[in-house]
Structures are given as structure tokens and as C-alpha cells.
Nanobody, 116 residues
Framework: QVQVVESGGGLVQAGGSLRLSCAAS????????MGWFRQTPGKEREFVAR????????DYADSVNGRFTISRDNAKNTVYLQMNSLKPEDTAVYYC?????????WGQGTQVTVSS
């Protein structure tokens, strides 16, 4: 089993940047694909970005492609989400999740609020 804890959320003006971090503990971090998701009230949780176990490939939602960058440091058991050119519609609770086939392990989330 793995535990994940997100950090780095906050309030930022439109056009600004934030970097989210997700620290993992438990079983071997490098064996998991790591993903970022987000959710706003009344909406389903949506996929944001994903990075494979050895960072050999990444995937992004169309809405964030070119603005967000996912990365990982397996030596530090941490995955990052660099968010640039933030928009008010990026406002959400952001969740980190670990997958060994399915996203079975989730953090509690960190709030990101982008003001216009």
C-alpha cells in the first residue's frame, strides 16, 4: 500500500503559477504510475495529468496541455505538478493518486483558487 499527501495549493491571480507536490510513502514509489486529478463542487473528478513509473511518458488533459507539467523524483518519492498561466477555470481541489493498474490510492487534496 502507498500513502500520498498533496501540498502547494493556494490562492493565485489569473496568469500566475503554482507548483503542487505529492509526497508518497509505503511501497516502492517508482512502481506506480502517478496522476493528478481535480474536482469542483457539483462536478465529477476529472483527469489532469499522468506520469508513468520511470517518467518515460506523460499525458495531459486537453484543457491543461501546454500550461501544466507533471514530473517526478523517484529518489524523493515525490511527484510534482507545475501549473503556469493559470485561469479561473483551473480553480478546484487537486488530488494526487497512485496506480498499479488502477488509481487505488488517493490523497486528501489541496485547494487551488485562481482569481480573475
Amino acid at each position: 500500500q502507498v500513502q500520498v499527501v498533496e501540498s502547494g495549493g493556494g490562492l493565485v491571480q489569473a496568469g500566475g503559477s503554482l507548483r503542487l507536490s505529492c509526497a508518497a510513502s509505503g511501497r516502492t514509489f517508482s512502481s506506480y504510475t502517478m496522476g493528478w486529478f481535480r474536482q469542483t463542487p457539483g462536478k465529477e473528478r476529472e483527469f489532469v495529468a499522468r506520469i508513468r513509473r520511470s517518467a518515460e511518458s506523460t499525458d495531459y488533459a486537453d484543457s491543461v496541455n501546454g500550461r501544466f507539467t507533471i514530473s517526478r523524483d523517484n529518489a524523493k518519492n515525490t511527484v510534482y505538478l507545475q501549473m503556469n498561466s493559470l485561469k479561473p477555470e483551473d480553480t478546484a481541489v487537486y488530488y494526487c493518486a497512485a496506480s498499479a493498474g488502477a488509481y487505488d490510492y488517493w490523497g486528501q487534496g489541496t485547494q487551488v483558487t485562481v482569481s480573475s
